[in-house]
């Protein structure tokens, strides 16, 4: 509850104060929520309808971290005069709606804020956008997820008659119901998202600001993985019929998208359908049911929110420069900027799972989970693996090797504040591994 109030209390200083103020602010929480730890399976912190335990408590922290690395990133709407007041405001109400959605303990609460955290997204996009294609992006952000969330509101009242409670503690019972299962779940599967229903998530990538890219790819998608993890215990019967099929879907598409990967000449939406390969993993490990596979999802979601997030902010760097997205413009940058070369290198091999990454002790227990479900699967994980290590190289080779782009006369260097973003986001990415033992905490 005292985050709560402290980002309450953000709102008015957003338009009466320093830019940097409320970034440094932004990263006081974040340390003060590190002090609040609760890396139990158990709920903690518990304040009115608010609480924390392991998993909750590791995305608040993940939110916290990228919201203020958002604030970083995106000192060209400071410069430019770009209703920078404004946009902290929304910050500080998205990263409010967040906190709320992971820490309810209750499922409409969480319903409810999983639902307000789509509308200041939505007006990042549609506010801070960089082509007027930004609207129909907002659109499908809009309908893929109000389309499917109907049903799951009508589904929570129906649960609320029988049983008489909402509260994720007492949410013990097994509903033997496909229509539940599918009503309930499939707005998780389009926030993931599974592929078929994933198709807004590039269109949203490609037309959004730095800070909307990083929070969807960051945070957004996360939402979903956690959704899944708080309600499959209600679908225990049910889930050893079906889940296979939602399992095949997402690794047969994540192969698929892999593919599509090495056809992309847009940096950013190569890197969005990165993403959904790599989300497709952490729905089947959830899919799986087994405690491996909740544990690698886990692993896998705060190391695909960091990773993400730093291309994008790479991408970025290298758009505020040249002014192109293009694979083919964007060409040879290791005779530009040279010391920018290391760093994409280091986000390359993190995407696809090299060692001392987070990514790679996620897909590590991700297999472990996948093949104990079923041998058949280690085809697609194979495949998966190395397809990711192709368009990874592919990203990197493209975009740093090869005769640059005649038509940039200067070009002005890499600031300090853009090496600190990086370095905030690779060093939790790298040394988070240290301490994996946290992540068995859960369970």
Request: charged share 5%; with cysteine; proline share 2%.
């Amino acid at each position: 509850m005292k985050f709560f109030f402290g980002l309450l209390m953000l709102m008015p200083l957003c338009f009466i104060s320093n830019f940097w103020l409320v970034q440094l602010i932004f990263f006081f929480f974040t340390f003060l929520f590190f002090l609040n730890i609760s890396m139990t399976y158990l709920w903690m912190n518990v304040s009115y309808m608010l609480g924390s335990d392991m998993l909750s408590y590791s995305l608040i922290l993940l939110s916290f971290w990228i919201c203020s690395l958002m604030i970083l990133a995106s000192e060209k709407l400071l410069k430019l005069n770009n209703y920078s007041n404004l946009f902290l405001f929304i910050m500080v109400n998205l990263m409010l709606s967040l906190y709320l959605a992971f820490s309810a303990m209750n499922l409409f609460m969480f319903y409810l804020f999983f639902e307000i955290s789509l509308i200041p997204t939505l007006i990042l996009i549609i506010g801070w956008g960089y082509q007027p294609e930004r609207i129909e992006a907002g659109v499908y952000l809009l309908f893929y997820t109000l389309l499917f969330s109907l049903p799951m509101m009508v589904s929570i009242f129906f649960y609320y008659k029988n049983y008489f409670s909402l509260d994720f503690y007492f949410m013990k019972n097994d509903l033997n119901n496909i229509f539940m299962y599918l009503c309930m779940n499939f707005v998780f599967f389009v926030k993931m998202p599974m592929f078929f229903v994933h198709l807004w998530l590039p269109k949203a990538h490609v037309e959004a600001p730095v800070s909307g890219s990083m929070i969807l790819a960051g945070i957004m998608l996360k939402l979903g993985g956690y959704g899944l993890m708080r309600l499959m215990n209600l679908f225990l019967t049910i889930g050893m019929k079906f889940n296979f099929i939602f399992i095949i879907i997402s690794l047969v598409g994540g192969l698929i998208v892999s593919l599509m990967c090495l056809r992309q000449s847009d940096i950013k939406s190569l890197i969005a359908y990165s993403s959904v390969a790599h989300m497709g993993l952490v729905m089947s490990g959830i899919m799986t049911l087994n405690s491996w596979g909740f544990w690698g999802s886990l692993v896998m979601m705060l190391a695909h929110g960091l990773c993400s997030s730093g291309l994008f902010c790479l991408a970025n760097i290298a758009y505020e420069r040249i002014h192109s997205r293009s694979l083919y413009l964007n060409k040879g940058m290791m005779n530009i900027l040279p010391s920018l070369s290391l760093w994409w290198f280091l986000f390359s091999v993190s995407n696809m799972a090299a060692p001392p990454s987070l990514n790679l002790l996620g897909e590590i227990i991700l297999i472990n989970s996948l093949v104990m479900f079923s041998k058949y699967l280690m085809v697609f994980l194979g495949l998966i693996s190395f397809f990711s290590a192709v368009y990874s190289l592919f990203l990197y080779s493209y975009s740093q090797h090869g005769t640059y782009y005649s038509g940039i006369f200067s070009i002005f260097s890499i600031t300090l504040r853009e090496y600190l973003l990086l370095f905030l986001h690779w060093i939790p990415l790298n040394i988070l591994i240290l301490k994996s033992e946290y992540f068995t905490l859960w369970f």
